[in-house]
């Protein structure tokens, strides 16, 4: 399943457990099985930006990002549709 993550400060889905940076979620799918696997992946791939950023000021991305990552058009993935992707990218 893959699942748009979007910043946000002042509500959140999921948060960053290594700086506490909130996110809001937009599921391509509804069960709450799969979102409950879903959740744990997106959790560990916000602490994998940590590890993978050089610059410590921006380690999560600004704008939506899919996980797991998308690298097609935003107009194929469910999860951008979802979420509003014309707002990040298009």
Same mark, same amino acid.
């Given at each position: ?18 700086? *506490? ?25 916000? @602490? ?5 950023? %050089? ?5 999560? &991305?600004?704008? *939506?990002?899919?996980? &797991? %990552?998308? *690298?097609?058009? &935003?107009?194929? %993935? *469910? ?6 992707? %014309?707002?990040? @990218?298009?």
């Amino acid at each position: 399943m893959q699942v748009l993550c979007k910043i946000s400060n002042t509500a959140s889905d999921v948060r960053c457990r290594v700086c *506490g940076q909130g996110f809001l979620v937009y599921w391509s799918r509804t069960s709450r099985a799969e979102q409950a696997e879903a959740r744990t992946k997106v959790i560990e791939a916000l @602490a994998a930006q940590h590890h993978e950023a %050089s610059d410590t000021e921006h380690v999560h &991305p600004r704008t *939506g990002f899919n996980v &797991p %990552s998308w *690298g097609g058009l &935003p107009k194929f %993935s *469910g999860a951008a549709l979802l979420g509003g992707s %014309s707002e990040w @990218a298009l």
